[in-house]
């Protein structure tokens, strides 16, 4: 069977970067977790009746704006919703294998909800512009540097709310650094 490379694709490279893991191995803190709670919260259930797969997706929240202080925070959030942790952890070939074969599932099972342990797309948007016209695949996390975020960039970010509610998935872009936009929830 031949996979279209859409679907095998990490995600949309041309707009957005993975995070790297980072040296620390620091994973879980009470700030990244409050943020994880945050990108989920309306994230779903993302489903669409078994009999109608051609139906819009019912996704309860599906764009926000969210801001955090610390941008490692946001990374680590990337790196455990991307799964990037889980298939350092796999180690064997079968084993990280296995799990992009259940994201691959997950991704292909429109009458399920969306699971807390479901694979998100997440990178870094390091030319925020560059998400004009941007539509999600799958769950999506979005981390831009504040400091990144000029005019051109704000107004992508309004054509992104704009476009959210015909979308199939949520996406929450994060903004790290700096002080809190007035159009982003702090977290």
């Known amino acids: 069977m031949h996979w279209p490379a859409e679907v095998l694709a990490r995600f949309d490279t041309a707009r957005l970067q993975p995070v790297p893991l980072p040296d ?11 943020l994880l709670a945050a990108c989920r919260l309306g994230a779903g259930p993302a489903t669409r009746p078994a009999w109608m797969p051609w139906a819009g997706a019912r996704v309860e929240w599906p764009y926000g704006v969210l801001h955090v202080a610390d941008g490692a925070v946001a990374r680590r959030a990337c790196l455990l919703m991307d799964g990037s942790w889980a298939m350092a952890d796999a180690g064997s070939l079968m084993g990280r294998l296995a799990l992009r074969a259940r994201a691959l599932v997950a ?12 694979a998100w797309d997440a990178g870094v948007a390091p ?10 695949r799958r769950a999506t996390l979005i981390v831009i540097d504040a400091h990144t975020l000029d005019e051109p960039g704000l107004r992508a970010l309004a054509q992104l709310e704009q476009m959210a509610w015909g979308w199939p998935r949520a996406v929450r872009v994060v903004v790290a650094g700096g002080v809190s936009p007035p159009f982003a929830r702090p977290v």
Request: hydrophobic letters at 40%; glycine letters at 6%; a positive charge.
């Open 107 to 118: 991704d292909l099972a429109w009458w399920r909800p969306l699971a807390t342990t479901d």
């Open 24 to 34: 620390d191995g620091l994973r879980q803190d009470p700030a990244t977790a409050r």
């Open 127 to 136: 030319r925020p512009a560059a998400l004009a016209g941007f539509r999600p």
